[in-house]
């Protein structure tokens, strides 16, 4: 009977120890605990959302005052700045403008007075000068007109006097351009001249003409330029004389 006892209490100490040395089972996760962490996690992600923009607000109120007070500076520094005072210069007072114009222009044309000096370059001499819209061609004043060949091309020997006509004349040799016909009343007969080709110079102006030589000196000036000469690049102030200078050594007729 007494090991029966004893076998007894050893099976049940046995069972007791086994049991509990066996893991506890956790119990399975149920609708409304997973609701109660879900909504904790929502919580918390808003919560932090909130302070973020609370934050961000924070800034950009912080930024808007200082853009506030730098503007509010800058209306103070414009507001002190001095203020500049344009100052009227005196009128000036009327300036008499000279007879002669050295670099009288209209427009592209020069301008030229009714008298001027003009350099003849093939000549090397300077003549007073009769601007004439009247004429058509223009003339020089030659005396002693010796036409010639020259390797069979027509040319002309001159002579141009000076102002005083107790000195040697000046003689010159030129190629003959072409002749022209000359009408000079209804009751003379044509008078034929031979035209050289002259570059000439008015003040700074240099151009280029045909001139046809005659005896000038029953007339006022030993130059004559007509309208083939100013067509296209000078224009004519009649009631200018000299517009580029009057030439001290020029040659003249006129007796004044």
Known sequence: MLKQVIALSVAAALISGCATTQKPITPPLTNADLNSSLQVSQTVIIDAINSQNSQQASNMSALSDEMRKLKTQISTAMSQKPKTIIVQPPMPKPVSVPQQCPEAMIGEKFLLGEVESVFVDEIKLKFATRIDTGAESSSLDARNIVLFEREGIQWVRFDVITNNTEQPANTFESKVERFVRIKQDADTADDRRPV??????????????????????????????????MKDIAIVDVGQIYVHGKAKNQITTLIK
């Open 196 to 229: 050289i080709h002259a570059h000439l110079k008015i003040g700074k102006y240099a151009a280029e003409t045909d001139l046809n030589l005659t005896d000038r000196s029953h007339l006022d000036y030993p130059l004559l330029l007509g309208r083939k000469f």
